[in-house]
């Protein structure tokens, strides 16, 4: 008989180990089969980024979580991740694509940089119903315990109804609380400042290190993932696979086709 | 008596050892006083990628090709390189950024992954006027030449009129051809298939490299990139940095917000 409960493929940019991926996997494993691909080691601020030229391998990993719970590692990126397990690992294609839950926010225009989102991206442009979770908490000891009610009931709705083609989901979810609820809304836009701290090295040259901190540039829009986490909600943003400004298209063809 | 040229940044994803670099610096050096901060080594596939946690280091090579051009390496990716010259090289906020010229197309989805656009929206993120130029040719020793007047053509516009908010641009060329004209247009949707080859070590264990080739799933459309490029035009697709499906929104806020 064929197996027909959903195939749930999970990934995430926090690496193999982290808590936060233990976390999504028990949250959705009694909604279908579930399979881990993640990165061997941490991939934060990846983006799409893939391995270009050297060799990726695959490693199974025991699941101390069930029979319907299966892990495997990847020395490579999330979307080398997500292109892997669908070449090579996965027996059937995949229903839906998680990644997460990443420790640390993706909040507004950190997207961008995610490796979260960068698997969560990969998924949507093959087709697949995707989600990334972010819980607003770097600490591998974040207690993602108070969110799990909202990460499952985002990811049955998913599992059930899918997406609209080409949208995948970035879902924020504020630390230390039950939230209030659910808020569908678009990424902040805003600039990072005071990027990188200066070093001398032991031969008196200097190197630099990434820092810094997030300028809301528009504090007083109410209908941004930053506004709704500040008011303890799960802000749910629909994503765009295709890049193209459609609206530009238009504007831009008298000023370029001479 | 204060500087009014322009200041352009330059950046790419082949490193600053790559000929399609020099030939965009020589391209718009008569527009402005140019400074090149490109990767030390090959960023193919690096996406929007930053360094998180490692040193980054600024070297500035010799420039033999005028006194209004100044090269610098960082050993960093495409994005770092922006910020990282934003932080620590310009003498003032450049008034434009342009990457590449990419030796290989970023034409259709493949914008995804590109290094070279994750520059351009790294720009554009910082409210800079940006610009990444490919050409459909990977060798080292591709012909830039047939292109230089299209590519100064469209950097020029930039600098004098600028882009829409939140737009930057992804500019594709056809190999080995004059071009035929410019065409504004959107990005084609495809996939990749037989994305990996399967190898075994000595130890007998298997590893993959990437591989593959893009499958146009819209053939018959005709305001794609692929479209116009394969009929010897220019392809200049305007990119939105903000990656929120806007039109998604309001569907998916009555299954989420319950």
Redesign the interface.
């Known amino acids: 008989m064929e197996n027909t409960r959903p195939l749930i493929l999970i990934t995430n940019d926090d690496s193999i180990d982290a808590p936060g991926l233990r976390c999504l996997a028990e949250a959705v494993r009694s909604m279908g089969d579930v399979i881990v691909v993640a990165p061997r080691h941490p991939q ?10 050297a ?4 490693s199974e990993r025991p699941s101390d979580i069930g029979d319907n719970v299966r892990f495997f590692a990847v020395n490579g ?1 999330p ?1 080398d991740c997500v ?2 397990a669908l ?2 690992i996965v027996p059937r294609r995949p229903d839906v694509v998680f990644s997460g839950i990443n420790h640390g926010s993706n909040s507004g ?1 950190n ?3 995610s490796g979260t989102m ?1 698997a969560v ?2 998924a949507c ?3 697949i119903p995707a989600v990334g979770f972010s819980l607003l908490h770097h600490s591998l000891k974040a207690d993602f315990g108070l969110s799990t009610a909202f990460v499952a ?2 990811a049955a ?1 998913v599992i059930a ?1 899918g ?2 083609a ?2 995948c ?1 970035n879902v924020n979810i504020p630390a230390r609380v039950i939230p209030e ?7 902040t ?1 805003g ?1 990072w400042t005071d ?2 701290k ?2 001398l ?1 032991p031969l008196g ?6 820092t810094g901190h997030f300028i809301n540039d528009e504090p007083e829009a109410t ?1 941004t993932d930053e506004y709704w986490l500040q008011r303890r909600y799960v802000s ?11 609206d ?2 238009r ?3 008298s ?4």
């Open positions: 934060s601020g990846q983006s799409s980024a893939l391995t270009v030229s060799p990726l391998r695959i990126t979307v292109k892997l070449h090579a225009i997207v961008t940089y960068g991206i990969e442009l093959l087709g009931a985002i709705e109804k997406l609209p080409g949208v989901l609820g659910i808020k569908v809304c678009r990424a836009r600039h990027e990188y200066r070093y090295d040259v200097p190197f630099y290190l990434l209908d749910v943003v629909p994503v765009s696979a295709d890049q193209t400004a459609h530009a298209v504007e831009l063809t000023r370029f086709e001479k």
